[in-house]
């Protein structure tokens, strides 16, 4: 079964200083792939996803991930961060025919961000 | 563009009380729906789902139960609260898929922070 996993539970980081989130999926054929965010009380915003083409990818808030397929994985990264990323971030692929309705999340990671 | 709407924003309803939680999708025709908890510290619940009016699949077997009166409105609701249902509700929309193909990209409301005392 398709399955994502977000290995860090709770990352803390320095303002300024660059962020890395992990997500590892499970999955028979090329994925789709969604970043969301979650600010505390607030509902997901998708940050950036990957169907197809270039494996990096652009997203909102200066955000970036990069879909390798050898390893797996679709990590997000932003190279600067600011106090406004303190937020929860949850991976999710999409799943295919005929469960293509649904997206398989992550138990997502919480960024504290420390001045 | 497309706008999504959950109302109340926050609830706090006693123990065997009586639940309507709304969702409204603006902006698109004949969306998919869904309905997700969130309990504290916890990851997102897929509890309903719709592809139309009058098509609601649960998820998991509880307490709650949906309904989609209109084409882009889904409601969620209870006819006694428990304690364990406490959380927080997201209502979220997708375009529908085409036959054979994978799930797209869903876009979630602003969340129902529920309370059951």
């Known amino acids: 079964a398709q399955s994502v996993t977000q290995p860090d539970i709770h990352i803390t980081v320095s303002e300024g200083a660059s962020l890395e989130l992990r997500c590892n999926y499970s999955?028979?054929?090329?994925?789709?792939l969604f970043w969301y965010v979650q600010s505390p009380g607030q509902g997901l915003q998708l940050l950036l996803k990957?169907?197809?083409?270039?494996?990096l990818v652009q997203g909102i808030k200066g955000f970036e991930a990069e879909f390798k397929r050898s390893q797996s994985s679709f990590n997000l990264r932003k190279p600067s961060v600011h106090w406004s990323d303190a937020a929860e971030y949850f991976c999710?692929?999409?799943?295919?025919?005929?469960?293509?309705?649904?997206?398989?999340f992550g138990a997502g990671t919480t960024v504290t961000v420390r001045a | 563009s497309q706008t999504i709407h959950q109302w109340p924003a926050t609830l706090v309803q006693p123990v065997g009380s009586p639940l309507s939680l709304e969702c409204t999708v603006e902006?698109?025709?004949?969306?998919?729906l869904y309905w997700y908890r969130q309990a504290a510290g916890r990851g997102l619940q897929l509890l309903f789902y719709?592809?139309?009016?009058?098509?609601i699949s649960s998820e998991v077997p509880q307490n709650l139960s949906a309904s989609r009166p209109q084409d882009r409105q889904f409601i969620l609701s209870s006819k006694k609260l428990l304690l364990s249902d406490s959380g927080f509700y997201l209502c979220?929309?997708?375009?529908?898929?085409?036959?054979?193909?994978?799930?797209?990209?869903?876009?979630f409301g602003p969340g129902t922070r529920l309370t059951v005392l």
């Open positions: 979220a929309w997708s375009f529908l898929p085409t036959s054979g193909s994978v799930a797209d990209t869903q876009y």
């Open positions: 999955y028979g054929a090329t994925p789709y």
């Open positions: 990957y169907f197809s083409g270039d494996t």
């Open positions: 999710a692929v999409g799943l295919p025919f005929p469960n293509d309705y649904k997206l398989s």
């Open positions: 902006g698109t025709s004949n969306p998919n």
């Open positions: 719709s592809v139309g009016i009058g098509q």
